[in-house]
């Protein structure tokens, strides 16, 4: 067969099977991804709008449509570099980005608004700082008094009235920082991973607050985001205003890379992996509390009353992610220092530091090359052989084992040098687990069932969901957004186009 015949069999073969390739592809991701620009003409962003919001009913009334919503995460558990974790979040018609704080601890999405006094204008942490204008966005609607939302809110006490008869609030997080401001409803962006891990972006009406007023460590520059995503068991938490709405399950999932890789994921939907364990929430509490019940070290039971642990209005277990380091209740801080230094005296050397921190520094090793005259001196030590696992002991038979890096701090600078990561709490029995603890694990909030779930996990690989019809896998690169469209169809094309030339050969390879 002349050559020319051969590449136009080739060609054609090609087409039609790329032909319903392409449509198909058009059909799952560009009418979705919104490519034309929000600022094209005034109709085109009206008619979006009204699709927006149109949209946002449709997930409402369509129960069966529940999905998992996903959130790339960035940031570190490392106090000496970043100290939090933070994802974004889509407000407002246009959508305008926001980097908040995940924040397990409180209950309000809240973000800096135009007229916010004593907010930040710049960050350390590398981002452009933004503010919500509720003037600039056309589907934005100010909660007012007499909102059967704010009268909800007023319960809580975290919403007041103001002046002009909008529901406002004002309150203040454990460091003692504040904010306050004025509630609004608008529409949040986010993306829907439905069956066959397709992605589609879908929108919602959610109430959150509009900072304009912040005191304390929110001032800071050297941390500063946009704002705060509580996720909390109250009414007014994003996981719970989705779930009412029937557009995720009641159940949200975090997995925090530890302090040499930041980011990791955050799942609006149910982690599903081998060695997960749960332990029940204590019910009729604020805050996500668990049962602590006893702490071991290397297996053996440390010597702490277990009524330090238990749940009451004072007291107890909390699971937060907002806070950065873990903290132990006086009664319990003391036996656990001690124990943990009588079992590594021998490889390391205690010392407490000038901040009064239980630290330790490994044993040096001298090296005398005599025939140099030369004296080196080195350090030969492994964190995870020179010091023990610790077991975190809840009820229900569940154990949180955490490694050596769950615990401890390695002072910046200062090589073989670590500090006890958990601080003691004074005149108080409240016990916090941060992000010290809760890095680089599966860590699941079911409120469908009031547990709370983990499993030790490597934050960089993808993490399986459940969405009822089967389980997909999500990656970080995924979240993040990585595999572009393009990238999508590239994967379609190639075993296609493999596949076509296959055929080519076989057919026309005795010509």
């Not at 790329?18 to 620009?37: D, G, W």
Request: hydrophobic share 40%.
């Amino acid at each position: 067969m002349p050559a020319f015949l051969h590449a136009g069999f080739l060609i054609f073969t090609l087409g039609l099977i790329l032909l319903p390739v392409a449509f198909v592809y058009s059909n799952h991701y560009l009418t979705l991804e919104r490519i034309i620009p929000n600022n094209h003409n005034i109709g085109l962003n009206e008619l979006k709008n009204r699709d927006r919001t149109r949209h946002g009913r449709i997930l409402q009334q369509q129960q069966s449509s529940i999905g998992v919503v996903d959130f790339s995460v960035q940031g570190a558990a490392d106090p000496y570099t970043v100290g939090l974790y933070f994802t974004r979040v889509k407000l407002g018609s246009p959508p305008k980005e926001f980097n908040v704080q995940i924040d397990t601890g409180s209950d309000i999405l809240w973000v800096n608004c135009n007229s916010c006094s004593g907010c930040p204008k710049s960050s350390g942490l590398g981002i452009e700082l933004q503010f919500f204008d509720p003037g600039s966005s056309s589907s934005a609607s100010p909660i007012s008094c007499t909102d059967s939302v704010c009268s909800s809110v007023v319960q809580t006490a975290e919403a007041g009235c103001s002046e002009n008869s909008q529901c406002s609030y004002q309150f203040q997080y454990g460091d003692g920082s504040g904010t306050a401001g004025f509630y609004v409803s608008d529409m949040l962006d986010f993306d829907t991973v439905t069956g066959n891990s397709l992605m589609s972006n879908s929108s919602a009406p959610v109430v959150f607050g509009c900072s304009n007023y912040q005191s304390g460590d929110l001032t800071k520059t050297d941390r500063a985001v946009d704002g705060i995503l509580g996720f909390g068991q109250h009414g007014m938490s994003i996981i719970q205003q989705l779930s009412s709405r029937g557009i995720t399950p009641r159940v949200f999932s975090h997995c925090l890379k530890g302090t040499d890789r930041d980011g990791g994921v955050l799942v609006l939907g149910e982690v599903v992996e081998e060695g997960i364990v749960y332990s029940p929430l204590v019910p009729s509490q604020p805050h996500y509390n668990l049962n602590l019940q006893s702490i071991a070290i290397n297996g053996q039971p440390v010597p702490i009353d277990p009524a330090v642990f238990s749940t009451s209005n004072s007291q107890g277990t909390i699971v937060d992610s907002g806070t950065t380091l873990a903290y132990l209740a006086e009664e319990a801080f003391d036996p656990f220092v001690n124990a943990l230094v009588a079992v590594v005296q021998q490889s390391v050397k205690p010392f407490i530091d000038k901040t009064g921190n239980q630290c330790f520094i490994a044993q040096t090793r001298v090296l005398r090359l005599i025939a140099l005259t030369i004296r080196i001196t080195f350090v030969m030590f492994s964190v995870s052989e020179a010091f023990p696992p610790v077991m975190l002991n809840f009820a229900g038979g569940a154990t949180m084992i955490l490694k050596p890096e769950d615990y401890l701090l390695q002072t910046p600078g200062h090589q073989g040098e670590w500090c006890v990561g958990f601080q003691k709490v004074q005149g108080q029995g409240i016990t916090i687990l941060g992000d010290l603890v809760l890095k680089d694990k599966i860590i699941i909030y079911d409120l469908a069932r009031q547990r709370i779930g983990w499993v030790n996990y490597d934050c960089s690989q993808s993490v399986n969901v459940t969405l009822g019809s089967g389980n997909e896998k999500i990656s970080e690169a995924q979240l993040n957004g990585s595999r572009s469209p393009q990238d999508a169809l590239y994967q379609l094309i190639i075993p296609i186009a493999a596949t076509a030339i296959s055929l080519y050969i076989s057919l026309f390879a005795g010509f």
